[in-house]
């Protein structure tokens, strides 16, 4: 009896091993998969990934090749680019509940930030995009999909270009952003609740730099006009000296 037992066991033990690696061998396609789904369903513009990389034992990751679209009406290919995103959670934490991701980082993103008007940019429109995709915290809860809290994410050497009317495209500096405990207050965040405080602080310092760049420009149309003015000021003034003066 024991020696069934023991034999019962060792095939529980092999298929579970078993089943361990192949989900390890499919999970990069799933989350590939689920980022090229969901993605798009919050911010409203197409998203697409080269390969993901992840191991479910260890709880090492990255995400390769990242990429979000423009909105309908803005010109490029994209509006935002990663190369490399690198992300630690605890071994097989992608089965807990909150999921807890220990640290994502990401260096060297590219944010192109386009501006047809005023009022409105094409980071804006993304960002109303997954606002309206996500429901209030109260139904958010009872909302499908994995709670989410992220220890550390950190993103730096950002480079970004701004183009709008008059300005062209002008590169900006966006400095690091480091946030801490996403999620961690309400015991886990949706994803759309996770998108919304990643890109506003983003957002908000390329906008900065645009806003800073319109008034830059402003200033340097108002100094040409009253340079203008100054200089024909000044040619009146000769003038009238050559009419007084007797020499």
Same mark, same amino acid.
């Given at each position: 009896?024991?020696?069934?037992?023991?034999?019962?066991?060792?095939?529980?033990?092999?298929?579970?091993?078993?089943?361990?690696?192949?989900?390890?061998?499919?999970?990069? +396609?799933?989350?590939?998969?689920?980022?090229?789904?969901?993605?798009?369903?919050?911010?409203?513009?197409?998203?697409?990934?080269?390969?993901?990389?992840?191991?479910?034992?260890?709880?090492? +990751?990255?995400?390769?090749?990242?990429?979000?679209?423009?909105?309908? +009406?803005?010109?490029?290919?994209?509006?935002?680019?990663?190369?490399?995103?690198?992300?630690?959670?605890?071994?097989?934490?992608?089965?807990?509940?909150?999921?807890?991701?220990?640290?994502?980082?990401?260096?060297?993103?590219?944010?192109?930030?386009?501006?047809?008007?005023?009022?409105?940019?094409?980071?804006?429109?993304?960002?109303?995009?997954?606002?309206?995709?996500?429901?209030?915290?109260?139904?958010?809860?009872?909302?499908?999909?994995?709670?989410?809290?992220?220890?550390?994410?950190?993103?730096?050497?950002?480079?970004?270009?701004?183009?709008?009317?008059?300005?062209?495209?002008?590169?900006?500096?966006?400095?690091?952003?480091?946030?801490?405990?996403?999620?961690?207050?309400?015991? +886990?965040?949706?994803?759309?609740?996770?998108?919304?405080?990643?890109?506003?602080?983003?957002?908000?310092?390329?906008?900065?730099?645009?806003?800073?760049?319109?008034?830059?420009?402003?200033?340097?149309?108002?100094?040409?006009?009253?340079?203008?003015?100054?200089?024909?000021?000044?040619?009146?003034?000769?003038?009238?000296?050559?009419?007084?003066?007797?020499?």
């Amino acid at each position: 009896m024991l020696r069934w037992l023991g034999i019962l066991v060792g095939v529980i033990v092999v298929l579970a091993v078993i089943a361990v690696v192949v989900v390890t061998q499919r999970l990069d +396609g799933w989350v590939k998969d689920g980022i090229e789904t969901y993605g798009p369903q919050y911010t409203g513009v197409a998203v697409t990934v080269d390969s993901v990389s992840l191991s479910l034992l260890s709880g090492r +990751g990255a995400i390769r090749g990242l990429r979000v679209a423009n909105p309908d +009406g803005y010109d490029g290919d994209y509006a935002m680019q990663v190369g490399r995103i690198e992300i630690a959670l605890r071994p097989l934490g992608v089965l807990d509940d909150p999921v807890i991701i220990d640290v994502i980082e990401i260096e060297g993103a590219e944010v192109h930030a386009q501006s047809r008007d005023l009022r409105d940019t094409n980071l804006q429109v993304i960002l109303r995009n997954v606002r309206a995709a996500t429901p209030p915290p109260a139904e958010d809860e009872e909302a499908a999909g994995p709670q989410l809290i992220i220890e550390r994410f950190t993103l730096t050497d950002t480079e970004a270009s701004v183009t709008a009317a008059r300005l062209g495209a002008v590169a900006v500096r966006v400095p690091d952003i480091e946030l801490t405990e996403v999620g961690r207050r309400s015991n +886990g965040a949706s994803i759309g609740q996770v998108l919304q405080q990643v890109l506003e602080p983003l957002i908000a310092v390329v906008l900065t730099s645009m806003a800073e760049g319109r008034v830059r420009e402003q200033l340097e149309e108002r100094g040409e006009e009253l340079r203008g003015r100054a200089e024909e000021e000044a040619d009146r003034l000769r003038e009238r000296m050559r009419q007084i003066s007797p020499f």
